[in-house]
């Protein structure tokens, strides 16, 4: 079946625009999470998704970073009023539950702010 | 929160040689640890895992230990070959807990 898959591979926007990634999950997964890593470093929570619980917001970075979860399944992250410090990637990832179980990964959105 | 912390942060060895990458946990609740391996430009994927019911877990050249009183957890790679170099990801969380990365390991094989 399909993996993880993110759109778009990259996006290039200028300082101060709002962006939206989206991130399509592996089908019956209840958990999806978001990370941030920026060049040559780690893999930063962001924030998760569990069902229909309410969401681990505790990563997001600042109040111009927000996610949604339609449906249990596909989830959109915005970043409104971006900034150079924002560039990095995006990665998502998704699992049958959150916590310990296997994450899948997307191939990511690499996010450029000229 | 759980806390991860991971060293070192590069590791050259020779092809053949042994590499061990060592993690410790904060979260006494934390009972799974994956290990992810994510080549340049790629994306990060699994290796191995080893939840705390066990303490080794072996996978050919690879093997995971984990010591639970003392919270820490390594990936030992034996015999390693050129392409197993790449950046190595430790990681851990409990039921219904985020998932939470160590600050990664790039691992350098030369022939």
């Known amino acids: 079946g399909a993996g993880v898959s993110q759109s778009p591979s990259n996006k290039v926007t200028e300082k101060g625009k709002d962006v939206e990634l989206r991130c399509d999950p592996i089908?019956?997964?209840?958990?999806l999470y978001w990370y941030r890593q920026s060049l040559g470093q780690g893999l930063e929570f962001l924030i998760y998704f569990q069902g229909n619980s309410a969401p681990d917001k505790s990563g997001l970075p600042s109040d111009r970073f927000s996610a949604e979860r339609t449906g249990g399944s596909v989830s959109t992250l915005t970043i409104q009023r971006t900034q150079q410090e924002d560039s990095a990637v995006y990665l998502c990832a998704s699992s049958v539950s959150v916590g310990n179980t296997e994450a899948f990964f997307g191939q990511g959105t690499r996010l450029t702010v000229v | 929160g759980e806390n991860v912390e991971q060293h070192p942060s590069t590791l050259s060895v020779q092809e053949g040689d042994s590499a061990v990458i060592k993690c410790t946990y904060s979260d006494s609740a934390s009972n799974y640890f994956p290990w992810y391996k994510q080549e340049l430009g790629k994306r990060p994927q699994l290796i191995i895992d080893?939840?705390?019911?066990?303490g080794e877990k072996k996978d050919q050249r690879i093997a995971v230990t984990l010591n639970k009183t003392a919270k820490h957890f390594s990936l030992h790679i034996t015999e390693t070959q050129p392409e197993d170099s790449a950046v190595y990801f430790c990681a851990a969380s409990g039921v219904f807990q985020k998932l939470v990365f160590g600050t990664g390991t790039r691992l350098l094989v030369s022939p």
């Open positions: 089908s019956g997964h209840t958990a």
């Open positions: 080893i939840r705390s019911n066990v």
